[in-house]
């Protein structure tokens, strides 16, 4: 999510002009979590609502304003439990629901594999490992669960997911679905995703060729997109997992986990999947 701000923080001129606030989270780090605390997850006062906008807002004209943090859904230490990861994430979607318990607050999750968000976590917690997993079964890291929570918790709210794998595919349409822009609307790094991938010479290529077909429906890029990916570095598409104790069997039946777990949230009535 870091990487999709960023991206979208790069066209906040553009985007300001259609309604649209993306505060950076430096503005409001901590603020929005004392607020919860001190509401005890109940709604916030329409005085308190104000002091919340008017923390991260420039203009009173925004129409709607784009937040993110990782700890919104929890901490990096209580992210991985026996019944799933997050499972305190429903009770924090609540919280910052109630924050702007009158406004048509949206939620954007982005899922990864168990041992990318593993790996993710324990570099967050300085290579201690012990303190992410204690004596958890990796085959108990499932997404689904959190989901089912969230849906009981504000079924009333918008939840809108999407697979970390599949960004070199979908990172066009998470950007505009997060922004609540159209696909008309023109975005800088569309291919910032894959410009990590593909050679400079390759993407290069791969505009040009988008770029001959205005009328390109979005599976047409995507079959642009995975041609252009078959002839990248096979390095760069795989990522390297050190984690202690976990041999390539173990990933292996974790990715077959992982898909099932996709599977079962793209099919939750209340979630809309955005899917390669």
């Known amino acids: ?6 991206t979208l923080l790069r066209n906040r001129d553009e985007l300001w002009r259609a309604g649209v606030e993306v505060p950076s989270p430096r503005r409001y780090r901590g603020v929005y979590g004392e607020a919860m605390v001190a509401l005890k997850g109940g709604p916030a006062s329409a005085e308190m ?3 919340l906008l008017d923390a991260v807002m420039v203009s009173d004209d925004a129409a709607r304003v784009v937040l993110s943090q990782a700890a919104f859904i929890g901490q ?7 019944t799933g990861v997050y499972p305190t994430a429903h009770h924090r979607m609540t919280g ?15 899922i990864l594999h168990p041992a990318r968000h593993v790996q993710d976590l324990v570099s967050q917690m300085k290579g201690d490992y012990a303190a992410v997993m204690e ?4 085959r108990q890291l499932r997404w689904a669960p959190m989901f089912q929570r969230m849906l009981g918790a504000v079924p009333d709210r918008r939840i809108v997911a999407w697979a970390e794998e599949d960004l070199p595919f979908t990172w066009p349409e998470v950007l505009r679905a997060v922004a609540g822009v159209t696909a008309a609307m023109p975005l800088q790094d569309e291919d910032a995703i894959l410009s990590d991938l593909l050679s400079p010479e390759a993407l290069e290529q791969l505009n040009a060729e988008i770029a001959e077909q205005p009328e390109l429906s979005v599976n047409g890029r995507r079959d642009l997109v995975e041609q252009a990916l078959a002839q ?3 390095a760069k598409l795989e990522a390297d997992i050190d984690l202690p104790g976990w041999s390539q069997d173990l990933i292996d039946e974790l990715s077959e986990i992982y898909a099932a777990d996709l599977a079962e949230i793209a099919a939750l009535s209340g979630v809309e999947f955005i899917s390669a």
């Open 232 to 234: 990248a570095e096979p």
């Open 135 to 138: 004596d958890i079964d990796p």
């Open 96 to 110: 910052l629901s109630n924050l702007f318990p009158q406004s048509p607050v949206e939620f954007f999750v982005s």
């Open 49 to 51: 609502q104000e002091m």
């Open 76 to 82: 990096p230490k209580r992210a991985v439990t026996p």
């Open 1 to 6: 999510m870091d990487r999709l701000i960023r």
